[in-house]
């Protein structure tokens, strides 16, 4: 697919979510279900099956994480080791700015579900269509929030047409890419990796990969520190 048809899709999904819409996604780590408005987030938490005690997360790059995610050095350069100097996706939780500029518009509701005790989760490096959707969704100061599309605790899907009935009438547009690079047969979505303590919240894809480079470059063994509760999140 051309630069060309990324941006135009892109442009389409984002005019559905600034109507109020729903939409499902292509991202490398799985098919994704996004929204903006208070009725989005409501129509895809009912689709989905899925409880407000699991909050979604937003779709984000290098750029938003290091100005919205409260965090210190060492997790900042940890973070662009495995995104940048090793082109992975994983996904990031910590404190973050709720004063941030992009969210003075966000409805309160949209926000208190895709947050959790003062902290966000941020899906990073998922791929050319999630990189476009972070650029243009900023451009518009509409940030783009979510979690994978499927019913929840089914596991992710890797192909438009795997989405379950339901999941797929929820949204007003629907982008069908084929298969996700990272398809697995365990229904992985992108790792989640708590800043704060290193616990890992979800073992997602290309989590021993991630693992052995975090304990090569920064010493840290993110399997002996172990796992935190389940919290839901993108991807």
């Not at 819409?21 to 991202?27: D, H, N, Y």
């Not at 797929?168 to 398809?183: M, P, Q, T, V």
């Not at 290309?206 to 919290?231: Q, T």
Request: contains cysteine; proline residues 3%.
């Amino acid at each position: 697919m051309s630069d060309e048809d990324v941006t135009a899709d892109v442009a389409r999904v984002l005019d559905a979510v600034a109507a109020g819409g729903v939409a499902i996604v292509p991202l490398d780590v799985a098919y994704a279900i996004l929204g903006n408005s208070e009725e989005a987030i409501r129509r895809i938490f009912a689709a989905k099956a899925r409880s407000f005690e699991k909050p979604s997360g937003m779709i984000s790059n290098w750029q938003l994480f290091n100005e919205i995610q409260i965090c210190g050095g060492r997790e900042r350069e940890l973070v662009s080791c495995v995104i940048q100097d090793h082109d992975l996706p994983m996904s990031t939780v910590a404190p973050f700015r709720e004063d941030h500029p992009l969210f003075e518009n966000v409805a309160p509701f949209a926000l208190e579900n895709s947050s959790k005790a003062g902290t966000i989760d941020m899906l990073l490096n998922a791929g050319a269509l999630h990189n476009e959707l972070v650029r243009q969704s900023t451009a518009r100061a509409m940030p783009l929030f979510g979690s994978s599309a499927n019913t929840s605790l089914q596991g992710s899907k890797f192909r438009l047409e795997d989405v379950e009935a339901p999941v797929r009438a929820a949204a007003d547009i629907a982008l069908d890419h084929g298969l996700c690079k990272y398809h697995n047969a365990d229904g992985r979505s992108s790792t989640i990796i708590d800043l704060r303590d290193f616990k890992t919240i979800r073992i997602g894809v290309r989590y021993d990969r991630i693992c052995e480079i975090v304990k090569e470059h920064f010493d840290i063994d993110l399997k002996a520190i172990g796992m935190a509760g389940e919290r839901g999140a993108m991807g």
